[in-house]
């Protein structure tokens, strides 16, 4: 089993992301060193629980856990206030306390919603995270931020709660549909991009057996877990070191924004970081050969399939909502070198017109 460890801010302590096939058969063994009680409420989605739920919960019984699950719909639309209300009700319900814990059982959805409900119910209980898309063991699971949306836009109220342990099994992966690994994909190549220009010629020279390859695929969602771990460990709360993790997503919000969020969140991040490549051959000095390869890599993956018709404004008008930030412009996380990011604060509107009208059109660079 790999391990990367991961410090509780302000405490002398840190808890433990644990990776490995078949993990979630042996959830009960690498719980039992935090002896939490045996009563254990398991928050999924429908979708999820009905896949995966049953082997799950059975592991945990043989392991001496009575776990109790609630459920929610699967998607975006479970990270309510609503949905947060009803499952404390059903935990009170059900006799949870102060002392109980929440086990997040899902994508990032599942894991944002119960990171949130833990960090408010009786002022805060314990949760693990056990992740089952890759976007989340990658990505969303680790760092510690949990969110709920509001009508008026995505993650508006959220807390900062570390899980106890995050236990990652790759063995999820084999029932997620093509779209989810594309958009965990994403994540996994943005790790590559600022942090591990190692992991880009493998992931490319393996792609095609990637899903297929368990010793790989485990080998890659280490390292780029491990990358979002060591940077959220160096900056806890929103710092200059965490907007690295910015990278492609200043443009693919706005493609997802411009697009009501219905191209999908992998898609958009690629074209964002396609976009970030050609911005940093001309401003931040990236070799072009380098942004080429990069950008080649993004399409080999399938990931610049082309955009819908997107308005060209609607995304400008995401990136600079009001006017002030169109006369200052817009903070950008761009490259010197493929793994070498550099904060460029104020890149002009002006600059990024011609830029967004280009991906629009389906052109990567220049
Ligand atoms: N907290 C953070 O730091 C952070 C970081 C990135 C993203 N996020 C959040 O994560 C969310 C997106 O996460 P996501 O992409 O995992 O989406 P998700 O949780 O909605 O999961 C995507 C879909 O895949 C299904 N699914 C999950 N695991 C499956 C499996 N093993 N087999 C088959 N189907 C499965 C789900 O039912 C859902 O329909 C967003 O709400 C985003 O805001 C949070």
């Not at 814990?101 to 693990?128: K, Y």
């Not at 095609?208 to 080998?219: A, C, I, P, S």
Request: net charge positive; glycine share 10%; hydrophobic share 45%.
């Amino acid at each position: 089993m790999r391990e990367i460890l991961l410090p509780l801010p302000g405490r002398d302590q840190s808890y433990r992301i644990c990776l490995s096939p078949g993990l979630r058969l042996r959830l009960g063994q690498i719980l039992a060193p935090l002896k939490l009680p045996p009563r254990l409420f398991v928050v999924s989605d429908r979708r999820v629980a009905r896949l995966h739920g049953g082997p799950v919960l059975q592991a945990l019984v043989r392991d001496g856990y009575a776990p109790d699950l609630l459920t929610v719909s699967p998607g975006e639309r479970a990270k309510t206030w609503a949905v947060v209300q009803r499952l404390a009700r059903e935990l009170l319900a059900r006799g949870a306390h102060r002392g109980s814990t929440l086990l997040a059982l899902g994508g990032g959805v599942v894991g944002d919603l119960t990171g949130f409900l833990a960090s408010i119910f009786m002022r805060g209980i314990a949760f693990i995270q056990v992740p089952t898309t890759l976007l989340a063991m990658v990505d969303a699971a680790i760092g510690g931020k949990t969110a709920i949306n509001l009508p008026q836009g995505k993650n508006l109220l959220g807390t900062f709660h570390q899980p106890r342990l995050v236990a990652v099994d790759p063995q999820f992966l084999h029932t997620l549909p093509a779209v989810e690994r594309l958009n965990g994909l994403a994540e996994v190549l943005k790790a590559g991009f600022i942090r591990d220009p190692d992991l880009l010629p493998r992931l490319a020279s393996g792609r095609f057996r990637l899903f297929r390859d368990e010793g790989e695929l485990t080998e890659i969602i280490h390292r780029a877990a491990a990358i979002k771990a060591e940077i959220v460990a160096a900056d806890e709360r929103e710092g200059d070191r965490r907007r690295i993790l910015n990278f492609g997503h200043t443009l693919g919000h706005g493609l997802e924004q411009a697009s009501n969020f219905r191209l999908p969140h992998g898609r958009a991040v690629a074209w964002g970081m396609a976009g970030a490549l050609d911005l940093s051959v001309q401003l931040a000095g990236l070799p072009p050969a380098e942004a080429r390869w990069g950008g080649r890599l993004l399409e080999d993956f399938g990931l610049l399939r082309p955009l819908p018709p997107l308005d060209p404004e609607a995304v400008l008008g995401a990136l600079a909502r009001d006017k002030k930030r169109r006369e200052e412009g817009v903070v950008f996380i761009l490259l010197r070198h493929l793994g070498e990011p550099v904060i460029q604060e104020e890149v002009p509107v002006s600059r990024l017109a011609p830029l967004v009208s280009r991906l629009l059109a389906g052109k990567p660079s220049k």
